[in-house]
């Protein structure tokens, strides 16, 4: 007899913080022009769905010096500065700096084939042409930190829903070591992300007498099928 209990979702609900309301993203900006870094900082404070913490400065060099102690969502630098180019530049910064920051190069539009192989070999995720509008700007600068900020969230390890799946485990183990049934259970859970599935699986390897019998990946959710056997099972190990 194989008595089989369904958990269909196990969710925690999760509070809602007034900054889920209103993204927060820090920007730095690398343009020795006054007037474009100006325009260009208002253009990305002004609008009513993200709070935007932009900090300027003129160099290359200077702008390293900022990240040895400040992290930033994306950064943006002018293609042509007078210490180094913006592409030198932000190869320093995926390289040299333990940074996930977005990397977009201010381009003048006859320059751009320079973005593309730039873009290709991994050393940009991004590129403004100059002239652009106010428009195109919030669309690639804000378009691509949404992305980042959602993919972040969803593989973010939900560590209250994780322990709540292991309880459950640990809770119909004790049932079965208790008893003296010789029946195995099977449990079926479901996760958001391959984040709390994998810790989840890590888990489950480290504890006695339990096994992942198949797991399913649909609709961007994790559905796998555990089985706990008493001891009068012969190991599964």
């Known amino acids: 007899m194989l008595n089989t209990v369904l958990i269909n979702r196990i969710m925690m609900s999760r509070k809602t913080e007034e900054t889920d309301n209103k993204k927060n993203f820090s920007i730095l900006l690398v343009e020795e022009d006054f007037e474009i870094s100006d325009q260009l900082e208002r253009i990305l404070k002004n609008n009513k769905r993200f709070d935007c913490d932009v900090t300027t400065v003129a160099k290359g060099k200077n702008a390293l010096d900022y990240l040895e102690d400040h992290e930033y969502d994306l950064i943006m630098s002018d ?5 180094m180019d913006g592409i030198e530049f932000l190869k320093e910064v995926k390289n040299g700096y333990p940074s996930d920051a977005i990397r977009l190069l201010i381009m ?3 320059d751009t084939f ?4 730039a873009l290709r ?16 700007v919030k669309l690639i600068v804000f378009g691509k930190l949404v992305r980042k900020s959602d993919l972040q969230r969803k593989n973010r390890v939900n560590v209250d829903k994780v322990t709540e799946a292991l309880e459950m485990v640990k809770k119909f183990q004790t049932k079965i070591t208790a008893g003296s049934s010789t029946d195995k ?8 992300s391959s984040s709390e599935f994998n810790k989840f699986s890590f888990e489950l390897k480290r504890m006695k007498n339990i096994q992942i019998l198949d797991v399913h990946i649909f609709q961007d959710k994790y559905v796998i099928n555990v089985g706990l056997y008493p001891e ?6």
């Open 185 to 192: 259970e099977t449990l079926i859970f479901e996760f958001d």
């Open 108 to 110: 003048e539009e006859h």
């Open 232 to 237: 009068s099972y012969e190991k599964i190990r």
């Open 114 to 117: 320079v973005a593309e192989k």
């Open 79 to 83: 293609y042509e500065m007078e210490d």
């Open 121 to 136: 070999d991994g050393h940009i995720d991004g590129y403004i042409e100059n002239p652009w509008n106010s428009q195109e």
